[in-house]
């Protein structure tokens, strides 16, 4: 069995499943609900999802999309009319049979995803061309019935946006869902500080109803891969099961292309999974609640004077847009310090008496240099120089996370070229083999290695060969990322 470090929690580099389920709660992200595989969030880890909406909700807005809101009951019936749909999520339905003490004339299905219930809505809302594109979003909760559920990464409700957009063209369609799938993987890199890979996903790994599927996929520090947000073309499959239907130009009568695409709390997850190590917690700054917390030090009478210009510093910080917390609790400094630690704050700023009186604060990066000790180096800073630098400072931080976590990915990456070398390489880390696209190979590959195919790069090199495992034709012109995942 790990042994608990001093923060009471299993080090990351000791046991990865233990650590994900203790920092958790210790880190008071979430809590399990009553029900079996729901979670409570809790106010910290809901100010992590606030932060990542907002930043990724302007986005969407940015690109000409408006928010809406779909109802959560779904006629059983609704999903029926799209075959691949309903097999695909048949197994994770939650569906009400009974309401008002009576039995329900048509099942209601809890939502599990949107594309069945707007698409009804929106073979009514569009009748000509003038009408199209159709650019909307949901923020919303869903409900998948999830056997082996894990806090953020799979749980049977949880929140999520999903977008869905209707459009004259299949050309006009594709270019939204690789914009989108563009909007994530910069979102990833830019807010959460995570480098995805980008691809399209094998036809065994699709969105069940999608004609084609993009995933961006981060890679946690066990080298296992978490997709992370999908895009999908879904051509005029739903358009067929639901009438969306539009007289174009020419008065002739024509199927509306549709996408949908989204992004959950799991990327919550992959904050924790991408940048957490044995301390805990390690947040980018654009996600931390707390971007800086100042502790003031000092007994009596002597802790005044540091409290009080600790608030007038985090005062100055809010008004420069940064997120300042003054940690005053009557606790040993050691205390909060690994508090904070814990719970991934960015900077932490000492202020003790003879540093009031110096005139400086004493700030120490989460992740940094460290002195002969194995101690975060600490930066002398006079208060106005604190206050101006602090901005800048988050930015490169976040720059240091984004290249810490590519450099690890590139080092756990590697091209394979027989089976051997390929269940070595998914034991670590990303796998990039030649593959020759058969579902039935997939299904060996899993079941010999745990791994599947997570995506074919959109960038990778043209390469042709033999299929890593049987030996047939390479389907793709290029390698596919396999990986064992979450």
């Not at 569906?95 to 599990?112: C, D, F, I, M, S």
């Not at 980008?198 to 993009?214: I, S």
């Not at 909060?336 to 960015?346: A, C, I, R, Y």
């Not at 002969?372 to 240091?400: I, N, Q, S, W």
Request: proline share 5%; with cysteine.
């Amino acid at each position: 069995m790990a042994k608990k470090s001093d923060l009471g929690v299993t080090p990351l580099s000791e046991d990865v499943s233990a650590w994900y389920n203790e920092l958790v709660f210790k880190a008071e992200l979430a809590d399990r609900g009553p029900a079996k595989g729901t979670m409570v969030i809790r106010p910290y880890g809901y100010r992590v999802w606030e932060l990542l909406q907002s930043q990724l909700d302007q986005r969407f807005k940015d690109t000409g999309h408006v928010n809406a809101s779909f109802p959560l009951f779904i006629p059983e019936s609704y999903l029926k009319r799209e075959a691949e749909h309903v097999e695909g999520f048949s197994p994770e339905l939650a569906v009400v049979t009974h309401a008002g003490g009576k039995e329900l004339e048509e099942p209601l299905v809890v939502r599990p995803t949107s594309e069945t219930i707007i698409g009804e809505m929106y073979s009514k809302w569009i009748s000509s061309y003038r009408d199209l594109p159709i650019l909307i979003n949901q923020w919303a909760n869903v409900v998948r019935w999830e056997l082996r559920p894990r806090v953020f990464l799979r749980t049977t409700e949880f929140l999520w946006q999903e977008g869905h957009t209707a459009h004259a063209s299949k050309d006009e369609a594709m270019e939204e869902t690789l914009r989108m799938f563009d909007v994530y993987a910069e979102f990833a890199r830019n807010v959460a500080a995570i480098p995805m890979v980008q691809g399209e996903k094998t036809p065994g790994e699709r969105f069940a109803g999608a004609v084609a599927t993009f995933s961006i996929e981060g890679m946690m520090r066990d080298g296992k891969a978490l997709q992370s947000g999908t895009s999908h073309y879904l051509g005029t499959n739903f358009a067929k099961a639901f009438d969306i239907s539009f007289q174009d130009e020419n008065n002739e009568l024509q199927l509306a292309h549709t996408t949908s695409w989204g992004m959950s709390t799991r990327m919550i997850g992959a904050v924790i999974l991408a940048h957490g190590d044995d301390q805990g917690l390690v947040l980018p700054p654009r996600l931390a609640p707390i971007q800086v917390v100042i502790v003031p030090i000092g007994r009596g009478e002597q802790a005044e004077g540091p409290r009080a210009k600790a608030h007038e510093l985090a005062a100055q910080l809010a008004e420069a847009g940064v997120r300042a917390h003054v940690d005053d609790r009557d606790a040993s400094p050691g205390f909060k310090f690994n508090d904070w630690e814990l719970k991934g704050v960015p900077l932490r700023v000492e202020l003790g008496p003879r540093d009031l009186e110096a005139g400086h604060v004493l700030m120490a990066q989460r992740i940094g240099e460290l002195d002969d000790k194995g101690r975060a180096v600490k930066d002398t800073l006079g208060f106005d120089e604190f206050v101006a630098a602090v901005p800048d400072r988050l930015d490169v931080y976040h720059e240091l996370l984004l290249e810490r976590a590519r450099t690890f990915r590139d080092e756990h990456s590697a091209p394979v070229d027989d089976f051997d070398a390929f269940e070595a390489q998914v034991a670590v880390g990303f796998a990039c083999a030649l593959h020759c696209g058969e579902a039935s190979c997939e299904d060996d590959i899993k079941a010999a290695t745990a791994a599947t195919p997570r995506c074919i790069p959109v960038d990778g090199d043209a390469e042709e060969g033999a299929c890593v495992r049987c030996g047939k034709a390479s389907a793709y012109g290029k390698r596919v990322v396999f990986a064992r995942a979450y």
